[in-house]
């Protein structure tokens, strides 16, 4: 009897020390400042898993380059929080894990943010999959509405009623202005908030395969136009041709009656400017329909990670009902769309109209994006920092379609 006691407990022991060894910690780079969408999200992994999930912040700036560090001397992590436009680089130099079979086996997969997968696809294999999901929307001012004589509850439909009621909240005086954009060389911004105008109208500023660049198109000098025009008459504040994002959200001043902004900022705004009725809808084309620049972040795995079962079962967490209800109560937008209305439930409407944004939203697909779109020096920022408040229209679309072609051209 007390040899059978002696076995059972050796083999209770033995059990114990297997799991304990099961247990996995997972290694995860994230940006500084992600937020607490994603730090809630990762507590409650730890809380209810046995393998659990460490954060390691690294500045933004500093982000990208370090992980290409980390992977050339092997000490890169499990797994990051990677903005999606860097996604195609890292998995065509073979940095990241395969997810391809994983991935497309998952129930909801065809119901993922689209843009973000079609960032962490690189030839036809599935190397990153939706994080942090943003989207840009319009927001106007339904204050200064009322004030003008607006409609407060009406959405502006096009952009000759944006202009329109621009005027009018201007014509209100002093430090009222009807429209708002940070247009001094800040290339990620603009992307974000002026594209759009030109995707709903069917063009684009790169060809499908990022090889080739379209930026002058009758739909892109025509959405220069529409800002030249608000620029002209007045109605966006001087400082906005010297703004480098630093004062992206001027919105929140209560003086600004429209701006295109990101979806974070309808609960910036809810929570922390709650003196300011405001209302979202999506951004209009400069020829009709609506579009979007899908943002935020793919997680995306390093290449043969020992942990990679770990990983996955922190994405599938992520993606469950629990893991999408406390992202979204966090400020950051449903990944899926076949439990989006589940997941908003009882948070503010308008974060619908961010969501609804995801299905039109896009995003540049190419391994060049900082040199050509995100740097404050490169032809993106040159070009509608010129062509919005300078002289040579012709001039400044020349340039930049010729330095893009060539920044393309000359890629190693």
Excluded at 127 to 155: H, I
Excluded at 346 to 364: E, F, S, Y
Aim: proline share 5%; glycine share 8%.
């Amino acid at each position: 009897m007390i040899r059978k006691l002696l076995a059972a407990a050796s083999v209770a022991s033995l059990c114990l020390v297997s799991t304990a060894m099961a247990q996995e910690t997972i290694n995860m780079w994230v940006r500084t400042g992600i937020g607490t969408a994603f730090t809630s999200l990762a507590d409650a992994y730890n809380a209810s898993h046995e393998n659990q999930i460490a954060l390691t912040e690294v500045p933004f700036a500093e982000l990208v380059q370090k992980y290409a560090t980390a992977i050339a001397g092997g000490q890169a992590p499990d797994a990051l929080s990677l903005d999606l436009i860097y996604t195609p680089a890292f998995a065509a130099a073979g940095q990241l894990q395969d997810l391809t079979d994983w991935a497309k086996g998952l129930d909801y997969f065809d119901s993922l943010s689209p843009s973000h997968v079609t960032l962490g696809t690189y030839e036809d294999k599935v190397y990153g999959l939706p994080l942090l999901v943003e989207t840009s929307v319009l927001a106007w001012n339904k204050g200064l509405y009322e004030q003008a004589g607006l409609d407060p509850e009406k959405a502006p439909a096009n952009w000759a009623e944006v202009e329109a009621n621009a005027e009018a909240i201007r014509a209100l005086g002093g430090d009222n202005y009807g429209f708002y954009f940070s247009g001094g060389s800040c290339g990620g911004c603009m992307i974000f908030t002026f594209t759009p105008l030109v995707w709903a109208s069917g063009a684009d500023i790169l060809s499908e395969d990022g090889q080739t660049a379209t930026l002058d198109t009758p739909q892109m000098r025509a959405a220069v136009d529409i800002y030249r025009s608000m620029v002209e008459k007045d109605l966006v504040p001087e400082s906005s041709a010297t703004d480098n994002g630093v004062n992206f959200l001027s919105f929140t001043n209560g003086k600004i009656g429209h701006q295109s902004l990101g979806a974070f900022a309808i609960g910036t705004l809810v929570n922390d400017y709650p003196d300011i009725d405001f209302g979202v809808t999506m951004i209009p084309g400069v020829d009709g329909g609506t579009s979007s620049f899908a943002g935020g972040d793919n997680i995306v795995v390093t290449k043969d990670t020992p942990r990679l079962a770990a990983v996955q079962e922190f994405i599938e967490f992520a993606y469950s009902p629990e893991g999408q209800k406390i992202l979204a109560e966090n400020g950051s937008l449903p990944t899926r769309s076949d439990i989006a209305a589940q997941t908003l439930e009882g948070l503010d409407p308008r974060l619908q109209v961010a969501v609804d944004a995801i299905a039109v939203a896009k995003t540049p697909y190419t391994l060049l994006f900082n040199d050509l779109i995100n740097s404050a020096n490169g032809p993106w920022a040159t070009f509608t920092n010129a062509a919005i408040y300078g002289d040579d229209v012709d001039g400044a679309f020349a340039n930049a379609q010729a330095e893009m072609q060539s920044i393309i051209d000359n890629a190693p």
